[in-house]
């Protein structure tokens, strides 16, 4: 082993956590960038660790049925499904491919990924870019509707934003913008308004000095506009950046991924390697919107937890009060106890965001497994809950637990790989 403990270990992966620099630096079409959509194959990738098909939850096979028709491998939802259920398209998930999706998590070849890259450990990340409200594909709808708007964010939304960031001086710094939103009342999860606005600020006289048509550029802006969670996926992007350059550190106890699919519920470990640990995956609590109840919700999915791993989302509850109520969590109070409870399972706290609501102290640094199960407290997540029936979209918001028994099968596998605790 090259450190002299676990805790030795664990300093080393939370000091390139506390390190990281994420940096948009272009947005392209996700097979410019991800080899397993060259060649011609048909590949999916898909949010959480490993699943097939028939085991999706609805959404998210509702969510596969609009990237085959997006892609144009079949003419209509019924042939697209056959396609799916013959297992005529590959399988993988996100994580695999330096990648990460929101909810459903589906991403196909021709989507327009955002490109981030970490400075700080010369390793990037991709993320498909926030849809917007409404019918969209993360939640499993996939009429004419959204194929197009899969198809505007292709043809004019990306094109549009990579012509801006080269008019930038190397790209557009991200984790300037994650500090100032955190003390505007972000956590980057549920919230993310004062996050996209800056954002929008960067990026709108870099778009005025390209040559987007006049139509266009106008179109790109009133979508920034309207889209509060437009940059969950950049932080996604950028945590997954920065969590992936942590885990280059192969020793140590720290959480360096979280994820789910519908059924499972996935960690990996700084200490462990690519292996997955899974258990399964719960529902949220929460609020629902006028006309749903919780038998209508599907057990969680996504990516987004990666932005939990990092110690943002409900990991800094306190940091978003206001979110607080959207989310069923209660008032400030709630808010503060949710973040001093995820403070008892990390290694420490992370000087870059400070939180001004918890006296300027920074953001939850480091999930230590060992932690975890040692007080059987496990990460809370926010998150959109999701209708079991595709296309109805998001139906309410909540939070979700970790389950626990990820945690225990990690710490044994530690167990084994040191041989004594230390």
Request: glycine share 12%; with cysteine; proline share 5%.
């Amino acid at each position: 082993m090259k450190y002299a403990s676990i805790n030795e270990a664990n300093e080393a992966v939370t000091q390139l956590i506390t390190g990281g620099q994420p940096v948009l630096v272009d947005v392209v079409r996700a097979k410019d960038v991800i080899d397993v959509f060259q060649g011609g194959a048909k590949v999916l990738l898909h949010a959480g660790p490993p699943i097939g098909f028939a085991e999706m939850p609805p959404p998210m096979q509702g969510s596969c049925v609009g990237a085959v028709l997006f892609e144009k491998w079949a003419d209509d939802a019924e042939s697209a499904r056959a396609m799916l259920e013959r297992g005529d398209v590959r399988f993988e998930p996100c994580h695999h491919h330096d990648a990460v999706g929101p909810m459903g998590g589906i991403t196909s070849g021709d989507m327009a990924m955002i490109v981030v890259e970490n400075r700080a450990g010369g390793n990037r990340a991709y993320s498909t870019m926030n849809e917007g409200i409404g019918k969209v594909l993360r939640f499993g709808a996939n009429d004419a509707s959204v194929i197009a708007r899969l198809e505007w964010m292709r043809d004019v939304l990306g094109p549009a934003l990579s012509a801006a960031v080269k008019k930038s001086e190397g790209g557009i710094a991200l984790m300037p913008i994650i500090s100032r939103a955190i003390t505007m009342g972000d956590e980057f999860h549920q919230r993310n308004i004062a996050a996209s606005a800056l954002f929008a600020k960067e990026v709108a006289p870099l778009l005025a000095q390209t040559d987007v048509p006049q139509s266009d550029l106008a179109e790109v802006l009133r979508f920034l506009s309207d889209t509060d969670q437009f940059f969950l996926n950049l932080a996604m992007a950028s945590c997954k950046a920065i969590m992936d350059a942590a885990r280059t550190i192969e020793e140590g106890s720290v959480v360096t991924a979280m994820a789910r699919n519908g059924k499972d519920f996935g960690i990996r470990v700084s200490g462990l390697g690519d292996e997955w640990f899974t258990a399964p995956v719960n529902t949220p609590d929460g609020l629902y919107f006028t006309g749903y109840s919780s038998d209508q919700a599907c057990p969680d999915m996504g990516d987004s937890a990666i932005t939990e791993t990092f110690g943002l989302g409900g990991m800094a509850m306190i940091a978003a009060p206001g979110v607080t109520r959207f989310v069923g969590a209660g008032g400030f109070g709630d808010a503060l106890a949710t973040s001093e409870e995820m403070a008892e399972i990390v290694t420490g706290h992370n000087p870059s965001l400070p939180i001004p609501t918890w006296d300027f102290q920074g953001a939850c640094l480091g999930i230590d497994v060992r932690k975890v199960v040692q007080t059987s407290i496990t990460p809370i997540i926010n998150t959109g809950i999701a209708s079991l029936e595709p296309g109805v979209g998001q139906i309410g918001a909540g939070t979700v637990r970790a389950p626990l028994g990820c945690f225990v099968k990690a710490l044994k596998a530690l167990g084994e790989k040191y041989a004594v605790a230390k």
